[in-house]
């Protein structure tokens, strides 16, 4: 028997569209920028295809050596951001699940939406945002630099084509900002999307609302996902202990990373069922907005996981100047010609200046092969035991 792949494709759609909530996105209305003639004959669905590509991305590959919280910690047990992104997607999906919501699609921007982040994390951010500025770039937002990676660098810079409701949930996604509920905005198109770009470089604390409801359920399950386990890290780090956690975050949400995350997950199931928006009740909203000033106070902005800070900086200002310096002369034996723009579209070469390249290759590097190159350059090496005579 001769199956016809595409037609198995539409009777998946046909069941999807019977069994999803009406405020659920269908794999039938993914946009992209250019048609696939391949894609549409074949047997997957377009979200699940999405997902797949960003899983195979070389980006993702790299989130195994990429900060969530804690850098240069020889400790196995502390959170990567490889391990945070599956847990926001496990977590998302099951939201998504109980809601009815489209799961591919929630998978994708989940495995997408910290594709973007520099090494070292945040403070990597910081550093990588003062250059680009310094060098008449516009601030480095993550959440932009994500949507750049996958649209325009990932495949020597032909980028993977990816749907633009994936692409507006990595771009829309906030987990830093708190808000107690947050609805979508539909109808957007490719246009919107470079807009809210260009809104998000011009002003990197503005806010933006996503097009469909399982990027709201991502950009809520990016919180849940992090705010206990960080607390957990911090606790086997032995830079806090459980009983500092407030007393009414502990009574509403629990101590324990699993006991937040399962009463977070309740409470945003109960406060969201059949409704066009992705909320937490009042009296959650409120214990996790403490719980969030309570991270940033006694983590986050601690001192003591900032005392190899000025050296990550100085790494940053050395590499920049130095892989600038390297493109402006075109010293083509360089790292950045070698291990990044060999083999690139020519579209992406001449499309950009060269502090938005130097911009993308330090912001992709994971955060070993980045001190690795920093110790290249200021650590001597020793040099041969002999010289060829001439």
Known sequence: MTWDMAALREQMDAEEAARLSPFAARSVEAVREHPEEVLAAGHRQWFSVDGDRILHSLAYARYIDKTQVFSLVPNDHITHRVLHVQLVSKIARTIGRFLHLNEDLIEAIA???DIGHPPFGH??????????VE?????????????HFLRCV?????????????????????????????????GKSFADLDAEIRTRLADPSRELRPMTLEACVMRMA???????????????????????????CRAVLGDTNGTIVYRLVTDLIRSSLERDEIAFSEEVSEALQEL???????????????????????????????????????????????????????????????????????????DAYFLNLGKELLVPRPLPARFPVE
């Not at 911090?234 to 459980?242: D, N, V």
């Not at 291990?339 to 938005?356: K, N, T």
């Open 123 to 132: 403070d990597g951010e910081r550093c990588l945002s003062e250059l680009c």
């Open 154 to 186: 990932e495949r020597k810079g032909r980028g993977w084509n990816l749907s633009l409701q994936v692409l507006d949930g990595i771009l829309c996604h906030d987990g830093e900002a708190h808000c107690r509920s947050v609805s979508p905005m539909r």
């Open 135 to 147: 060098h008449g770039l516009p601030p480095f937002v993550h959440s932009v630099q994500g949507v």
């Open 222 to 248: 990016d919180v849940i996902a992090y705010i206990g386990r960080d607390i957990e890290d911090a606790i086997r780090l032995r830079l806090l202990r459980r009983d500092q956690i407030p007393h009414r």
């Open 292 to 366: 969030k000033r309570f991270n940033y106070e006694s983590i986050y902005n601690n001192p003591k996981i900032k005392t190899e800070y000025h050296k990550i900086k100085g790494f940053y200002s050395l590499l920049f100047n130095k892989f600038l310096k390297d493109m402006a002369s075109s010293a083509t034996d360089s790292v950045i010609f070698r291990d990044y723009l060999d083999g690139m579209d020519p579209s992406y070469i001449e499309g950009q200046p060269y502090e938005a390249t130097v911009r993308d290759f330090i912001a992709g590097m994971t």
């Open 111 to 113: 495995l997408g939406h």
